[in-house]
């Protein structure tokens, strides 16, 4: 299992976005993401949205978008691109422990580097969250930093284990393969593998109704 770590927090968030441009933010969606597109149904809900750009080209191709995230400033930017690029998509600054709240229905779930960022306790409340949203049949795509990828800088590193054990209740797993997470080059202290760092991309579909996440829970 890979070391539990504090969940990071939203001031920890919010100096990355106070620098000129937080690693992750490579400004159009990561390929796994754009790979699996026909996986990924009408009505969507980016958690951990960031400034948008996945949520922005999903709503370019049709789809209903929500996107959240727990602090404003990508939500600002997000919401100027959207508007730059004429799309509508639904920016709400949420707490993604708090999802399993939301009264709408929504087909898919994408987490692009956010499920890393628990601890173990958070990624727990955050899993059954997602089990009270989403209703039998709907998917989560998730992209994760990997205990392939060497160090310790940067987000905890998520073993195959782990997102099988977060998903074994209520789910199944259609897909877990190793992949890349794309990163912005030659920024100091995020520093990752050449070719993105290692990462899972996997996409589980809910199988089980809320009654079982309460039972889980
Ligand atoms: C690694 S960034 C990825 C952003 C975006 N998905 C992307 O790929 O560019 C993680 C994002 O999740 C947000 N976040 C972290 N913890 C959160 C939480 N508990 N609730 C909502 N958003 C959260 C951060 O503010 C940040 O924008």
């Not at 009505?43 to 978008?65: F, K, N, Q, Y």
Request: with cysteine.
């Amino acid at each position: 299992m890979s070391a539990d770590r504090q969940s990071l927090t939203s001031e920890r968030f919010t100096e990355y976005y106070a620098q000129p441009t937080a690693p992750w933010d490579i400004g159009r969606p990561q390929q796994p993401f754009v790979m699996a597109v026909d996986r990924i149904g009408q009505r969507v809900l980016d958690i951990g949205c960031g400034t948008g750009d996945l949520a922005i080209w999903l709503a370019e191709r049709g789809r209903a978008v929500t996107g959240i995230d727990f602090i404003e400033p990508p939500l600002a930017a997000a919401r100027r691109k959207a508007a730059e690029r004429g799309v509508a998509v639904n920016f709400l600054q949420m707490d993604a422990l708090a999802v399993g709240e939301i009264p709408e229905r929504f087909d898919a779930v994408t987490d692009c580097g956010l499920f890393h960022t628990f601890d173990d306790a958070g990624r727990a409340a955050y899993v059954r969250g997602l089990a009270r949203l989403l209703e039998s049949g709907s998917r989560v795509l998730l992209l994760c930093m990997s205990t392939a990828e060497p160090g310790t800088h940067g987000p905890r590193r998520v073993s195959e284990p782990e997102v099988r054990e977060a998903f074994s209740v209520g789910w199944e797993i259609e897909s877990l393969e190793p992949n890349r997470f794309e990163v912005v080059p030659g920024i100091a202290g995020a520093e990752f593998s050449p070719g993105g760092a290692h990462a899972w991309f996997a996409v589980i579909r809910r199988t089980g109704d809320s009654a079982t996440s309460c039972q889980a829970a």
